[in-house]
């Protein structure tokens, strides 16, 4: 039996370190390994009685998920389901609400991943897929008939800020589920189900573990019979988390809320020193208090993240400056350790050639401003 993680005193540092571990036994390790069985040993034998919840075969449960599971879902406030992947956990959750007929609402301005699988994927089956970007407009009508309002926010690359409470009351009333993609905040940055959103789904490769070295997702919501429903169709199509990446996962986990913190702090550092730089324009942060997005942000999140956006003249201009720092590292993803630069035209994002997701990491914040301030002053004297 895992430590309870749901004592409500607990803050979010040591929820990151204590939840889904073992009480304290003499002998045994302060932190346990990954268990990799596929096969366990069955109640029957007289001297094996039956154990409630025991496992029995590696594809419907594996005691390195139910620990990260247990942690993971202490800090979203529901149940949580891993997936080897946040694609595996998106498509998962889109398979299992939707049937022939209804309609789902993405996010226009979202993750292109996830609007890639509705086209592929959901359309052919007869579910009707509607785009929205973060922003808007958002109405009754535009909700009508949906079944399912897949937000989100921040959104994945434009960092707009959509009203979660708001907007699961606005759900509510047509009688549509909403689920919000909670990748870019985390679970200590914005935790939608208090917010009144029925699901949250997120993608762990990113500032979650925070490592860059996994990939992992997970769904996590209030609703038992619908935690039932992705874990029985997760052991049906078989997307199953590998035991080693959920115990790396989890050993990272124990410094998301010290991670984070600098992060944001490197965040806003950056965003100060780059709002007047000539070379830089359309900075975006949902912690700038001038960002279209502040407000709302202010309101529903409790930390901001380290991810801003910028845009750069052109693309050369994005490789002049990676190949000018000697921090940065042009890299696709986000939330890792190391500070990283991304420009999302080259993915097939409808935005400038120029346009750059800047992942702040865990470097000193005035190494980090001093190169990349020196950095792009060398670009803008090429």
Known sequence: MVVSSGAAEWGDGTRCVHAGHEPPRTGAPLRPGPVFAAPYHLAGAEDMPAVPGAVEYGRSGNPSWTALEESIGSLDGGQCVLFPSGMAAISALLRAVPRPGDTVVLPAD????????????LAR??????EVPARGPWSDEVLAGACLVLLETPANPGLDVCDIAALSAMARRVGALVAVDNTTATPLGQRPLELGADVVVASDTKAL???????????STADPELADRLRAGRGRDGSLPGPFEAWLAHRSLSTLDLRLARQAENAAAL????????????????GLPGDPSHAVARAQMRRFGGVFRFELPDASCVSQLVRRSSLLAEATSFGGVHSTVDRRAQWGDAVA???????AGCEDSDDLVRDVVAALDGVARD
């Not at 050639?353 to 992942?359: A, K, L, N, T, Y």
């Open 110 to 121: 979202g993750y292109y991943g996830t609007r890639n699988f509705a086209a592929a994927d």
């Open 353 to 359: 050639p120029g346009f750059v997701r800047f992942s």
């Open 271 to 286: 965003c100060a020193a780059l709002e007047g730089h000539p070379l830089v324009t359309n900075l975006r942060w949902p």
């Open 209 to 219: 573990t925070g490592h860059s070295d996994l990939l992992l997702g997970h769904v």
């Open 125 to 130: 089956t007869g579910v009707t897929v509607r």
